[in-house]
């Protein structure tokens, strides 16, 4: 890889909030925020020549954040009697989502050489998408906690609309 080819790349692994990424929902966007911070942190390590020695720390604190941030999830969706197929989405792509990464860590942990910048591409792949798709839902509740959208919207989910 070239020098400017690898620029271009490592550039676009830093994650610039985004208001895009708003759902409405505070709680849900300040943890989005706090994830969006650890990615980074791996970026900044990659950058420093630290990735490999950051990886299994990054590793845990995505593992934790990342169960602390699904629990929260959950029990919004539950709180806001959202329909039980679309909590049921939810958790079964945070369980996807625990798999993969506690896979990467089993690997890394047994001594494969894996990529930091590569693993970096694939969790901030894995989040932005779940931020901008199945994370929809917390703006749809968002909008009807300040009476806009009807409870229905909700029912119908994301995953119907888009
Ligand atoms: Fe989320």
């Not at 390590?45 to 995505?62: K, N, P, T």
């Not at 009697?81 to 890394?108: F, G, K, T, W």
């Not at 929809?136 to 989910?157: P, Q």
Request: hydrophobic share 40%; proline share 2%.
């Amino acid at each position: 890889m070239n020098e400017a080819i690898a620029d271009l790349t490592e550039e676009r692994m830093y994650i610039e909030w985004d208001e895009k990424f708003a759902t409405g929902m505070e709680i849900v966007d300040t943890q989005h925020r706090g994830l969006i911070h650890i990615l980074n942190g791996l970026y900044q390590s990659i950058g420093e020549g630290r990735g490999e020695a950051a990886l299994h720390g990054i590793f845990g604190e995505l593992q934790r954040y990342a169960d602390y941030h699904f629990d929260t999830e959950e029990r919004l969706l539950k709180k806001q009697a959202v329909a039980p197929r679309h909590q049921a989405e939810h958790v079964i792509r945070h369980v996807a989502y625990r798999h993969r990464v506690a896979d990467l860590r089993a690997r890394h942990d047994e001594g494969e050489q894996l990529i930091p910048i590569q693993v970096l591409a694939f969790i901030s792949d894995w989040w932005l998408e779940h931020i901008q798709t199945c994370d929809r839902i917390f703006e749809t509740l968002a909008e009807g906690a300040e009476g806009g959208k009807a409870a229905g919207a909700a029912e119908n989910g994301p995953w119907q609309a888009r």
